[in-house]
DNA sequence: ACACACTGAACAAACGTTCAGCCAAAATTA
DNA sequence: TAATTTTGGCTGAACGTTTGTTCAGTGTGT
């Protein structure tokens, strides 16, 4: 019996060469968050990845090209989480529940990750190419966040303007990362999808009220999201919060 | 007649002292947003504040304590800012309004300014003093907003968690900054006054729905807020959208 | 005459980048 | 298949530059 191709052991030069390349790029994520942008250095990055120093300049052709490629891995994780989550849904209603559920899931939103958005966001003034990249990523995000709403808005017959309702919704779950990195003690998950919800159940009351949310916005204070501020050691957590798995049936 | 106390022009050594401390601080900023956290140099600081290398050192011990007394700084001219603002109303609704007048005002909100606070946020992880200095800000911030929100709640008995709403509004003004700072040829002041204010209106519709806010609402698009994006040459701009002038006696 | 804000040359440490050499994997030949 | 050559990912020492910091000296206000 043939060994079955595991992802994680490279065969081929190609396909290691590759791995090298992710775990550089992953080796910079991890020294941002741990040093801050001004700190990140290429022997840090090297030596964590636990390759020479030479190999980042071999792999890039510069520091400031393996920063803009990280960029680019971060935006698009952060792309396939959203459309994959709003991909399964059918109603839009449960595809802007999914958008929230997967904005603030553990993959995506935990400190160390979020650390190395707002690191990057400091620098895009001075950098432009930080901006184009991040420019088109948030576009088609604002995008379907707006076409969401409208869709919701015209299917109950709401009076809301949708472009407003979705900046609005944007900007919050934005600032929300913000706190769970200023104040990881006291953020938890489920406040800041209450805070959310909220918002939603005040613009479209017919679809985001309902028994189904009452675990959400009766439920005054259970510690149980306080534990996933800090990134788990190895990788991100990949456990949820109770109160925001599945679809709302349990009541 | 003797010439009269400019506080531009200072006399005895110690207002002389002061005044380059001010100078190199607020040079600090200039690089920071000129060319982000990691590219800020002594050496650069201390050529865009005309004075000698050696005396950064001289006035701040280091360069991280030259950071941190810039944020200092930074975290207490925000501060001083929005007490003012709500200094001045009696009305609960109409201290709210002025602290959101005041969150997008030129002199607080301009590029330069929330590129240089992202700057600091995206470093905070890996420098706790960072954070405790922005702690002590944003949680006497947070209390006023809510402090705010729970009196409008209870004066127009609206059923509305004060504390979830407080939340709301603040990390959607955080969000709407980060669009200045990412999308600037697109942001408009008063685009984000009005998603504040639909949020508003939907809390507390009897304290934020009326002729007042009509021109905020219902007018759609008028380019007027787009030269705002980019800080003026020399300092902040201090002219404002007339929309956001005044406390909306205007109809 | 004293105090002291300020200068600017000098220093060691650390930085990004380069490159000649190495060796296992792939391609070629026998 | 076995032997040989070629390829290319990778190493690590070395280089020149820039960094934050120090400090003896300067000149002006007190």
Redesign the interface.
Known sequence: MPAPKKSAAPVTRIEKKEATRQQLIAATVEVI????????TLAKVSQRAQVSRGLVNFHFTSKEQLLVETLRQLTEEYRSTWSKAIAKPSRARDKLLALLRADFSPKVCN??KI?VW??????????PTY?DV??KA?GAFADAVEDLCREVAKEGGYAV?AS??A??L???????W??L???PQQFRRD?AM???L??LA??FPKHFLGSEFDHLTAQSLEQDGADFAEAAPGEDRRTESVALQGSGTSA
């Open positions: 968050a741990a040093d801050g942008f001004a700190d990140m400190r160390k650390a707002y690191a990057f966001w400091g620098e895009a003034k001075s950098r901006l991040c420019a948030d303007d407003l309702a900046r609005g944007r900007c919050m779950t934005d600032g929300l913000l706190e990195l200023m104040a406040v209450r805070t959310c909220q918002y005040q613009l």
